[in-house]
Nanobody, 115 residues
């Protein structure tokens, strides 16, 4: 059973940076696309970033140029470096592991950006 554990959230002022991490266990890491989603209070969960096994990435338009996702296949860890944070980046950030047959979610980590 895949388990995902996120860390690195916190409170930061606008313009600041945070680095989120997600540790994967329980299966073959390389077969999964890894993704970050976020959910702001009262809003639907939205896509933030995706990274394939080979390292190719996709980002939501709202975070392009500010966020960078990376993965370490040997350590089974993905990271999300978030720079130039804005109050609208506030929310619970979830790590997801997706294959053709399954999708798994972590418990989430809170990110709060104050203005």
């Amino acid at each position: 059973q895949v388990q995902l554990v996120e860390s690195g959230g916190g409170l930061v002022q606008a313009g600041g940076s945070l680095r989120l991490s997600c540790v994967f266990s329980g299966s073959t890491f390389s077969v999964y696309f890894m993704e970050w989603y976020r959910q702001a209070p009262g809003k639907q969960r939205e896509f933030v970033a995706r990274i394939a096994s080979g390292g190719s990435t996709n980002y939501a338009d709202s975070v392009k140029g500010r966020f960078t996702m990376s993965r370490d296949n040997a350590k089974k860890v993905v990271s999300l470096q978030m720079n130039s944070l804005k109050p609208e980046d506030t929310g619970v950030y979830y790590c997801s592991a997706a294959s053709f047959s399954s999708t798994y979610w972590g418990q989430g980590t809170q990110v709060t950006v104050s203005s």
